[in-house]
């Protein structure tokens, strides 16, 4: 036996030409789109950067990124504790 959803008998479906007309414009073309893509392209890469220099720096600098990184987390952690 075969199960069938039925739709209630009190909800219609909209008429095509709202629903196309219902969504927003594209992201790209809204105002400021490509300004915050760049900024947000350029700190993504300059963060690749650094990690990719401290991974070449060698194992200490690898420790200290470690350590910071915890460090930032355990202070976060705290902060959401004591607010």
Known sequence: M???????AG???PPKEQTQNAR??????????????ATRA???LAMMVCFLCILWAGHFYVWLLI???QVL????LLNVRYQ
């Open 11 to 13: 909800a219609k479906a």
């Open 67 to 69: 350590l910071f990184l």
């Open 42 to 44: 350029k700190a993504a």
């Open 2 to 8: 075969v199960a069938t959803r039925r739709s209630s």
């Open 24 to 37: 927003p414009p594209p992201a790209v073309t809204q105002p400021g789109f490509w300004r915050s893509f």
């Open 73 to 76: 987390s355990f202070r976060e």
